[in-house]
């Protein structure tokens, strides 16, 4: 007999059912309790936890499940699996609305990427949406195996197949083979977000997932996107709390007009999504759209201001900016 504690909430959200509803399923169901190892509860809340801080939202109000200990064989027989079917943060003064539900994936693909990337963190979650018919309305996640990376595994070159596509604009078929083109697309994403070494390391594939989620998290976020991050306005990042870019002048330059630049650590912010948005507009693409002011988005300033009459420093002071017509504060 497995030893199992019960629950109902996940790292601060409330823990509903909803299979019992008509479908589609895109509801936040019931309040309902489940069950499961208490190691796997562990997992379960620390996954969670890190979902909230890097979706800036902070704790969901809702957590929507199929389950986790039932009568089947299998993890789930062992207390060690779980179902995801959705997650629901509701509006307040300081953050917008957000709703992901696992069969939306066609519908959403940042989103559901964003979801699965910190889930894939922490769990093997070899069951998705593009697994098989199945599970096309959730995610399943269980500890049968510890968290990494495998080109043999079709259910994990799938999801990073998605990633790759839908995240970082790397134009690939979804078909579960880790072939040539999926292989150079993996090396450019890891380029752009200078990450060393390869995918079959785990502690580089979390470190991808987690730089993915953020991304991923960022654009489904932003005040009115749906599935592009790069939407050509220069509406914020509505989940962005803190307006003010993290990266402290010296003392007494406080006054002064902020100068953007190639920095460690690097200097992020609503600025430097201004200034890649800008940059992007002009024709030359910055990409990611992060808000992080990483190497690409100096090359993508240098090869602007090559273009028109500008000092060539990588650097977006006021005349860089009163060029892309980018405000700096």
């Known amino acids: 007999m497995v030893e199992t504690v019960t629950w109902n909430d996940i790292a601060g959200a409330s823990t509903h059912y909803g299979r019992d509803q008509a479908r589609p399923l895109r509801t936040e169901g019931r309040p309902a309790s489940f069950r499961s190892t208490a190691d796997f509860k562990r997992t379960l809340d620390a996954c969670f936890e890190e979902m909230w801080t890097h979706s800036r939202l902070g704790a969901a109000d809702v957590v929507v499940s199929a389950g986790a200990l039932v009568a089947k064989p299998g993890m789930h027989g062992q207390g060690a699996a779980f179902d995801l079917d959705g997650i629901v943060w509701h509006a307040t003064d300081t953050r917008p609305e957000l709703q992901f539900y696992a ?48 080109s043999q595994s079709s259910s994990r070159v799938t999801f990073l197949q998605a990633t790759l596509h839908h995240v970082h604009d790397l134009p690939l078929v979804i078909d579960g083979t880790f072939g040539h083109r999926t292989a150079t697309a993996t090396e450019s994403a890891l380029r752009r977000l200078e990450i060393a070494g390869s995918l079959s390391t785990p502690s580089v594939w979390k470190e991808y997932l987690l730089e993915t989620a953020r991304i991923a998290f960022s654009a489904s976020v932003t005040a009115g996107s749906t599935d592009d991050p790069d939407r050509g306005d220069d509406t914020e990042p509505a989940g962005q709390i803190d307006p003010i870019d993290d990266h402290e002048r010296p003392p007494g330059e406080q006054n002064r007009t902020p100068l953007f630049s190639l920095t460690r650590p690097r200097m992020k912010g609503r600025v430097v999504t201004r200034i890649q948005r800008a940059v992007k507009k002009a024709g030359i693409d910055p990409r990611p759209i992060d808000g992080i002011y990483g190497t690409l988005t100096k090359d993508g300033v240098v090869t602007y201001q090559q273009g028109h009459n500008l000092e060539v420093d990588g650097i977006v002071g006021p005349e860089t900016a009163a060029s892309l017509k980018v405000r700096l504060t």
């Open 103 to 150: 069969i939306d994936f066609t519908k959403n693909h940042v989103l559901y990427c964003a979801v699965g990337a910190i889930l894939s963190r922490h769990f093997v979650h070899t069951l998705h949406y593009l697994y098989n018919a199945d599970h096309e309305d959730h995610y399943h996640v269980d500890t049968s195996i510890r968290p990494g990376f495998s």
